[in-house]
């Protein structure tokens, strides 16, 4: 062989052992998560760095600068200066936040970052995702870590700053305890903002695995005589006290429904409403219509993003109920 010829052959073994060096190292890191990466800007700077947490080779940083109020998560590989797999700002005086810490306060147990919460045998991270102001908006994200980096899970906590996973029966498998806030704020004038608390656990599917409501751990005893007695109390007040039922006090009647249907008694929900409603006359001379409250009152609860789940659960649905659409969301 030529000198020339052995140079050139030579070269070209030395590209195909470098592609094949590129390909392995390719197939073997983790895929990209789920949504793009956002551009980088100035507050997801090293300075700003308030959480950083090192799982499974993963780096993930929560940054937060102080005068502009902005906000940004990074997940890197292998280091503080490895490959961006996933970066998140927020404009707004958001925040996000790692892991979940202990809160005996609040009966928030510490989880270790890298936990198996999805039952899969596989490490996840916990990301909480704040977006700042009034009455909004709280997200957990869950970041499968094996085979590749991916969000598993996302979960809408509304206004609830304490939901939080736990360990509900010491075997390892982890619920996700908040509130489906579908009610917070229905009633305008109503100086409550009720939301039920939900108990959440994670099911495979087709799709890659949703969380879905617990009822077994939701379900509470059936009112005891002297409870149902408050509650008709309660709801019965809502037609006598001044100002009406539209005043808001028609929410000691609703929040009760809410909570009777949530903890595994919608039966009890619609007697509630027949043992407390006017008698016709009364009503009529109110303004008030039974049929429509409990139209508007199912429209919303259809709205609800747990409604496949609570619909199983339903018995002696009144046909108005079943009729009800959902109510169209506020354009």
Known sequence: MSPGRLFRWKTRSALCAAALAVFALASTAPARAQNPIDPYTDVC?????KEASIVDGFDFHAYKEGDSGKACFEIRLGSRTGQVLYRKTVESFGEFRLGQKADPVHDIPFIQDGTDL????????????????ARCCFHH????????????ARIDDGDGDTAHFADLDGNGHY???GNDWTFAYWDPDSPDSF?????????????????????????APEPTPEEWKQAVGEAGDSFTQEGG????TGSKLWSNMVNLIYTGHSNLAWKLLDDTWLTPGQSQLQGLNKEKFLSDFCSQLKTSHYWPDIEKTLQEVPATCSAAKPRAAPK
Do not use: Q
């Not at 700077?45 to 760095?49: A, H, T």
């Not at 994200?141 to 598993?152: C, G, N, R």
């Not at 939301?195 to 379900?219: C, N, Q, S, T, W």
């Open 118 to 133: 999805l039952g899969r045998g596989r490490p996840d991270m916990i990301v909480t995702t704040w977006s700042g102001g």
């Open 245 to 248: 039922f539209g005043d808001g």
């Open 195 to 219: 939301a039920p608390a939900i108990v959440l656990r994670f099911i495979e599917d087709d799709h890659g695995g949703h969380y879905h409501i617990a009822m077994d751990k939701m379900r």
């Open 141 to 152: 994200i869950v970041f499968e870590l094996k085979p590749e980096l991916k969000v598993a």
């Open 45 to 49: 700077y090293w300075l700003n760095l």
């Open 175 to 177: 619920y996700y305890l």
